[in-house]
């Protein structure tokens, strides 16, 4: 009887191990199933893939402008945006360019329209036009050459060598600190912060314009204006105008993108002296290691697992986590057990219809670039960052999600109507659109209406059905 109640006890406690084993592994293969299997991501609207994917096409060539003050024809974002260029959205667009033969030239054209701008202004505003031109976007210029740089069949060192001057001036924009246009320095030599250099009048004009999103007061004193809305223009000057991820005090913040992309500036100058075989260079490989060593440093959240920007002057990193994390795996700064946690997290991003580019963290306010928002250039770096390193099922399966994003409102764009002020606008079938719903996969109005988009959101889709279809 004794040997029996032993044996039942270790029947038993056989069973319950059994048990919980599977039910752990049940239960890591449920939390991780995310970042697992594209496979297991069945695509809705594959049928509509090359149908958009061909329009898209169509629509580059039609968006083709000429302006006075441009010396090159360039590719516009949409109609209504003709006459302007924009910064950080031409680099991804040429991305998209780029892939395409016939569309190659604009590529290059809209490279040299942003170093004319360099040379009459020295740096490279948000927009070619008024408003515009008082702070710069996120820097992509040195990306932007050696792409259309590297897709040349006949290299043209003369064309790189004569851009490669201007291009040291736009990084002496960024770097000189005094003895620049704006002022980037922080406490850290090497490491960057966000600047505008609007005059008075101008940033009034900001208070006045932003004022309403987010409840200012309307009668105050010039200096409380002042005080109020300058870090907002220095938050404008990110592209992800506006957003949690700085408190609303975005000059007392390192931005993981602007100093990732200052490491791709070195990163490239080193490359370009290369190929020139210049003489009496700096040593831009040492330059670009040191200002890696301190993105590791400041900016990289060991706690989180995340690449995250850094309150310098509370010495704490941001409440808000961002997929901006994946900037520094798109451009192979990570280091391979960085990336592993990095793509651990993609769960706080992830939804049905793709990635959103912030983590939820309950807002109050409602900002254009947070959750729920999917935006083209963020969910192509994450893409991209994916497949850097590797996680190459992840990066098919949110590729797949975008596509279908995509297709879902070219089929049936909704909401089908929004109000814009005292107009009622009405969406048309077979568009593309600026913003999106990361939940309801539809399109995305606040803070203002989503307008119909080419751009980024196009490139974005191209290069996602290219990678999925290669």
């Not at 993609?346 to 999917?374: G, M, R």
């Amino acid at each position: 009887m004794h040997l029996f109640y032993q044996y039942s006890r270790l029947l038993i406690s056989i069973v319950l191990i059994s048990t919980f084993l599977f039910s752990c592994k049940n239960n890591s293969k449920q939390e991780t199933l995310t970042q697992v299997d594209s496979s297991l991501y069945k695509p809705k609207y594959s049928d509509r893939y090359k149908e958009i994917y061909d329009t898209i096409q169509s629509e580059f060539n039609s968006l083709k402008a000429k302006v006075d003050y441009m010396p090159k024809e360039f590719v516009s974002i949409n109609e209504g945006f003709k006459h302007i260029m924009f910064y950080w959205d031409t680099y991804f667009m040429n991305r998209g360019l780029l892939r395409t033969d016939t569309l190659k030239r604009m590529a290059k054209n809209n490279t040299e329209n942003m170093l004319f701008m360099v040379q009459k202004i020295g740096f490279v505003p948000n927009a070619t036009m008024s408003w515009g031109m008082n702070r710069s976007q996120p820097p992509y210029l040195s990306m932007m050459i050696r792409d259309v740089y590297d897709a040349s069949q006949n290299k043209d060192t003369a064309w790189l060598k004569q851009n490669f001057k201007l291009l040291k001036k736009e990084y002496a924009f960024w770097m000189n600190g005094d003895k620049a246009i704006e002022d980037h320095r922080t406490p850290v030599k090497g490491l960057l912060k966000w600047a505008h250099h609007c005059s008075k009048s101008e940033v009034l004009a900001f208070y006045d314009q932003i004022k309403d999103r987010f409840n200012f007061p309307k009668d105050t004193t010039e200096e409380v204006k002042i005080k109020m809305v300058e870090p907002y223009i220095s938050e404008a000057a990110t592209g992800w105008d506006f957003n949690p991820r700085f408190g609303n005090r975005c000059p007392d913040y390192w931005s993981v993108e602007l100093n990732t992309n200052m490491y791709v500036y070195q990163k490239n100058f080193a490359y370009f002296v290369k190929e020139l075989g210049l003489k009496g260079e700096p040593d831009w490989e040492a330059e670009a290691e040191n200002t890696k060593a301190l993105i590791n440093k400041y900016l990289w959240n060991e706690e989180r697992g995340l690449y995250m920007d850094y309150d310098y002057v509370n010495n704490k990193f941001s409440s808000v986590a961002s997929l901006i994390t994946f900037q520094p795996l798109f451009f192979n700064l990570a280091s391979k057990e960085q990336a592993e946690k990095v793509v651990s997290n993609l769960k706080l991003f992830e939804y049905e219809w793709s990635v959103t580019v912030c983590e939820n963290t309950n807002q109050k306010t409602i900002y254009q670039w947070d959750y729920p928002a999917v935006w083209a250039p963020i969910f192509t770096l994450c893409m991209v960052g994916l497949d850097n390193y590797g996680y190459k099922e992840d990066a098919k399966r949110i590729a797949y999600k975008y596509m279908d994003l995509i297709a879902k409102n070219f089929v049936n764009p909704m909401p089908l109507e929004v109000k814009n002020g005292n107009e009622t606008l009405k969406r048309k079938f077979g568009r593309l659109y600026e913003k999106y719903h990361v939940v309801t996969g539809e399109i995305y109005d606040p803070e203002y209406p989503s307008m119909e988009m080419m751009d980024w959101t196009a490139s974005a889709y191209m290069e996602a059905y290219q990678y999925v279809n290669k």
